[in-house]
């Protein structure tokens, strides 16, 4: 079903086509209709926007609260933005808000619409495919929603992670076939979700080739 901030998604894909020249398969494996969660590796900044744009239905991602509350100009035009290809605004680091984004996420997921995730929680900065975090899991078997795996390929060269402007380069992002891990809902077991997630991130591995590493990644501050 369309919805207003369609042109602008749509926009959005036609410019990066035009700039990046991407390589994009497997559309056909996003359900033309009903909810489903798209589990994606991360490796840019750019990543939700890409998959936003060159998706073939909506995609409802997170993105940090501070997108949607900058002040001035430049703050309205990046709410307006983010708003516009479904992004879904989500306080950092707390867990009483991340419980609270998941269960925003579960409300998008019962209307039919479709959301991402990103397993790994954060970007990757050297590469590497790291352990899958349980919220995927939990969502997929709460829901009942199928999971759609997706390799991204080379977006880390559009923007390194200290740079501050993009740069047009061609990457490649895979929609895998669809994962289903029928509907338990919320009373699922732990190693129902365990293993659900581990099966989402073996999908994922084999879309990407990357290397992977058996722990968790963590955001740059919280490192060694």
Known sequence: MATTSDPLRRSAGLGIRAVCRPIVEGVANVPAAGPFIVASNHLSFLDSVILQAL????????????????????????????????????????????????DSLVELLETGSGVGIYPEGTRSRDGRLYRGRTGVGWL????????????????ERLQAPDDRLPKPHRFTVRFGEPLHFGHPGRRHTLPARREATAAVMDAIAALTGQERVDSYNAPPASRG
């Open 55 to 102: 998706s073939p239905r909506m995609v409802h991602f997170f993105a940090k609260a501070e997108y949607f509350t900058a002040p001035g100009l430049k703050g309205k035009a990046m709410k307006w933005f983010f708003e516009s290809v479904g992004s879904i605004p989500v306080q950092r680091g707390e867990q009483a808000a991340s419980v609270a984004a998941l």
């Open 140 to 155: 997929t078997l709460t829901t009942g929603a199928p999971v759609v795996p997706v390799g991204l390929i080379g977006t």
